[in-house]
């Protein structure tokens, strides 16, 4: 089983004023980073659903009118493999819609758990948001129904949409806690969990040259991890054991090698359609 974790508004940019993410505020994820193979990748200058074109078709791809015919989910579809995608209403299209090729239709095996969320809430409804999905992800792998579990988490990126600095310093504090419950969950099911993020925020939250919020989606690179008992002290192309910093590290693929990544640690072929590459060496 292999659960890929997005963690939208999650981006990697040098300590500063402006970014709220460091190793005192997510010491967990500090923690695997140091213990498992982690990499960061190129995200470039896309739309939200172009990116999730590129991250479900193994492709990169700038339009959101293309329909790429070969998807993750169509690949597993093939292979008589069940899998689930755990997301909340206002992001549904993008993690099904779009992460399956611009098409609606759902593959063979595949279902949907879809959290309610509210427009225009309070601030403090995110996180009922997060505790829900959480719920939901944890309770999936539990069941061990399905073989590739895909959940889309955007606390970080609702709460930097706030433009509230302190807000999202305890953002990343409650999420990094929660991340800890699921690789939990995770290892005692032998579940594989690759963590990444389509897009960053939290990361540059605030213009230096003006020193007013800055909310927008960034095109800063993403963190990348594959955390499971095989992967222990490796690396994925890098030979010297690295900093918690992670904006030391130049990146070393994009978003479209994540899904062929997906299926060879599924011990699947990789469709000749998808051009990017697995990050494993």
Known sequence: MVLLLLLDGFGVAPAGEANVINADNMPFFTELAREYPVAVLTTAAQSLNTRYLTLGSGQE??????????????????????????????????LTVFFNGGREERSVGEEYNIISS????????????????????????????????????????????SGDLF????????????????????ESKDCVVVISSAHGNVEHMKSMSTDL???????N????????????GKTIGLVDPISSDLSLLAPVGTLADIAPTVLKIMGLDVPPDMTGKSLLR
Do not use: C, H
Request: proline share 5%; net charge neutral; aromatic share 6%.
């Open 61 to 94: 791809i700038i339009d959101e009118d293309i329909k790429p015919e070969t998807t993750l989910s169509s690949t597993l579809a093939a292979s008589n493999l069940k899998q689930l995608k755990i997301v909340e209403t206002e992001r549904l299209a993008v």
């Open 118 to 161: 509210a427009s225009g809430a309070t601030s403090s409804q995110p996180f009922v948001t997060l505790t829900k999905a959480v719920k939901e992800i944890t309770k999936a792998i539990a069941k061990e129904k399905f073989d590739f579990i895909v959940a889309t988490i955007p606390y970080l990126d609702l709460v930097a949409a």
């Open 167 to 186: 807000q999202a310093q305890k953002a990343t504090e409650v999420l990094d806690k929660y991340l800890r419950t699921i690789v939990a969950t995770a």
């Open 213 to 219: 919020p800055d909310t927008e989606r960034t095109s």
């Open 221 to 232: 690179p993403v963190p990348f991890l594959i955390i499971g008992r095989e992967f222990s």
